[in-house]
């Protein structure tokens, strides 16, 4: 597993002159590019351990993307 760090953003308000206003989630610093103008909270910083094989995402119950989606599952 490899760890990921995520953060909390402010994001520029949708209105004219609006005040900036925090993330819903935390994002990481790839996902955050989707806003522009976000700014990252540093004191906000969350580490969380995701899985990379498909052996530890079998482990924890994680679809991967090799699964099929098309078929129901149990």
């Known amino acids: ?6 953060f909390t953003y402010l994001l520029p308000s949708d209105r004219a002159g609006g005040d900036p206003h925090p993330s ?4 990481t610093t790839w ?7 976000a700014t990252c ?3 906000s910083r969350e580490v969380r ?4 094989s498909p052996a530890e995402r ?4 994680v679809p991967g ?3 099929d989606y098309s078929t129901p599952r149990p």
Not at 58 to 61: D, M
């Open 1 to 6: 597993m490899r760890s990921v760090e995520f």
């Open 58 to 61: 079998a482990l924890l119950g």
């Open 41 to 43: 909270v540093k004191d």
């Open 24 to 27: 819903r989630f935390k994002l």
């Open 65 to 67: 993307l090799e699964d």
């Open 31 to 37: 996902q955050a590019v989707a806003y522009p103008g």
């Open 49 to 52: 351990m995701c899985p990379e």
